[in-house]
């Protein structure tokens, strides 16, 4: 009854006061089905064809605002600004990679490795926003390096540089706000 409500998205108090028990228990029951979902999605996940892939990051706060924490505990507490970066397929409804992390290039390329892991061969077609860690991210994933010709007065060769592939497709969409 507790992981029902939990998935309605009730919240863990309340889910603790309608089933008589403590907070911290429906939390570790929560835990427990979070690594129950992830194992099964791990093992049946494989070979999914997708063909489309949304691919977005958003912004949460753990505990406190990255702006209103003490100097000290910058560096040792998970607490502050968060991002969930989320690749989706939704044609099936599923959510195919989602970590949590900063807003960096490593947290944006863990996503993109897993949807690779995930889908078959025919790439998806990628949407995504202006950040340029995505860009980063999809050549990196399904990208070949290549060695760029050098100019012709150069005794020295160009560095090496990644390509897309040939079925690649991605768009960036820009969001605005109409009036």
């Excluded at 409500?5 to 570790?28: E, I």
């Excluded at 290039?105 to 061969?121: E, F, G, L, N």
Aim: proline share 8%; glycine share 6%.
């Amino acid at each position: 009854m507790a992981v029902r409500a939990l998935a309605k998205g009730h919240a863990l108090r309340a889910t603790a006061r309608s089933v008589q028990v403590d907070t911290a228990t429906v939390g570790a029951w929560l835990d427990r089905v979070a690594r129950h979902c992830r194992t099964v999605m791990l093992s049946l996940g494989h070979n999914v064809h997708v063909s489309a892939c949304p691919l977005d990051a958003l912004w949460r706060v753990v505990h406190t605002k990255e702006a209103h924490r003490p100097g000290t505990q910058i560096s040792c507490a998970p607490y502050g600004d968060a991002w969930g970066w989320v690749a989706f397929a939704p044609v099936w409804r599923l959510v195919l990679a989602c970590v949590i992390g900063k807003r960096d290039q490593s947290s944006a390329d863990v996503p993109r490795a897993r949807v690779a892991h995930v889908t078959d061969d025919p790439l998806p077609f990628f949407t995504r926003d202006p950040l340029p860690a995505y860009q980063h991210a999809l050549l990196t994933t399904y990208g070949a390096w290549y060695q760029p010709r050098a100019p012709r007065r150069s005794r020295r060769l160009s560095p090496l540089r990644r390509r897309p592939l040939p079925g690649l497709l991605s768009v960036q969409v820009v969001k605005s706000n109409a009036p």
